[in-house]
């Protein structure tokens, strides 16, 4: 695991901006935060990279803990946090050379390379003040990969872009976690601006996250088969019964006109149609539909 958060607690005021979380991210992955703005992602964020101290709990980045061995902790770690911010009147290569510090060895291979990768090519000397929203962001990412990140964290990214831009940055990052395997955090308040590129996610809502794992079995949790068949009623108790026993894994099903609908939490589908036709009846049609992950974060965060 490059990152281990355990158990942070931030209250400001009244406001419970993160409760008990827990959060691990395995090398080499992209880790998706996404909640409402307010959810308390940028809070979370700041207290992995060691900007503001939690009430309680501790984090590790690489095994070090970020609020008591710092600089061991970020030696290989990017992150921008809220809305990157530049010297207006200054060129952005100047801008990247002062932000980055030391760590940036000016005209390297490497600096080339994160330019390239980031198209700012064509606009390095020109002011940071002058560059557009998309711009800006690609400024920041530049600056959070320079150092040589195996880690890197960046905050709502696709803040105020149009969709051309944020299918642009998308791709920056997708690109850069596989072409280096580098991890990545990224959040945002959108999830199908990010559900595509992400191994893991996280759903967080009012300082807690409500749900977290890899998007397929998040996806899986909330499939749903739809079965018509003769003697809907009868099949329907059956099923119930069979849920209760936990023979598959589903939820007690739900009868909507002719139809019965139940949430699968595994891949049994098939093992729901064999078990009707043992039992005799007759099903004339079976459906599974995947929920998209989109329901699932309105359902989760919706009335939270
Ligand atoms: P997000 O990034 O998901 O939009 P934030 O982490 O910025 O959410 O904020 C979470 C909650 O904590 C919000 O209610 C916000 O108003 C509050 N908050 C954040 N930082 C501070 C602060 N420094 N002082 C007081 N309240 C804060
Ligand atoms: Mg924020």
């Known amino acids: 695991m490059i990152l281990e958060c355990h158990n942070l607690k931030k209250i400001f005021g009244r406001v419970k901006a993160a409760q008990n979380i827990s959060l691990q991210v395995e090398r080499g992955n992209i880790l998706g935060i996404i909640g409402p703005n307010g959810a308390g992602k940028s809070t979370l964020l700041k207290m992995i990279t060691g900007l503001i101290w939690p009430d309680s709990g501790h984090v590790k980045i690489n095994g070090f803990d970020v609020h008591r061995e710092h600089s061991l902790a970020m030696r290989k770690t990017g992150a921008i946090i809220e809305w990157p911010s530049f010297y207006p009147y200054m060129s952005a290569r100047r801008n990247l ?3 980055s510090g030391a760590r940036l060895k000016k005209d390297s291979q490497r600096f080339r390379e994160i330019i390239a990768f980031t198209g700012l090519e064509k606009r390095l000397d020109d002011k940071a003040g002058t560059y557009s929203t998309g711009m800006k962001q690609r400024l920041g ?7 040589d990140s195996e880690f890197i964290i960046l905050d709502e990214p696709t803040n105020g872009l ?6 642009e ?6 690109e850069y976690n596989s072409r280096y395997g580098t991890t990545i955090i990224i959040t945002s308040h959108l999830l199908n601006e990010i559900e595509q590129i992400c191994h893991d996610i996280a759903i967080i809502n009012n300082g ?3 749900a977290s794992g890899g998007i397929r079995e998040l996806l899986h949790a909330s499939d ?8 809907p009623d009868e099949a329907c108790s059956l099923l119930e019964q069979a849920a209760k026993e ?5 939820c007690p099903p739900a009868r909507l006109g002719d139809e019965l609908h139940m949430e699968l939490f595994g891949e049994c589908a098939a093992a729901v149609n064999r078990f009707l036709i043992e039992k005799g009846f007759e099903v004339s049609r079976i459906t599974l539909k995947h929920k998209s992950l989109e329901d699932f974060f309105m359902k989760t965060t919706s009335g939270a």
């Open 141 to 147: 990412i530049a600056l959070a990969m320079l150092p």
């Open 224 to 231: 749903i088969l739809t079965v018509v068949c003769e003697r």
């Open 169 to 174: 940055i998308r791709e920056i990052v997708k």
């Open 97 to 99: 050379e002062i932000l």
């Open 246 to 250: 936990k023979r598959f894994p589903i």
């Open 162 to 167: 149009d969709p051309a831009g944020l299918i």
């Open 208 to 210: 807690s996250i409500i």
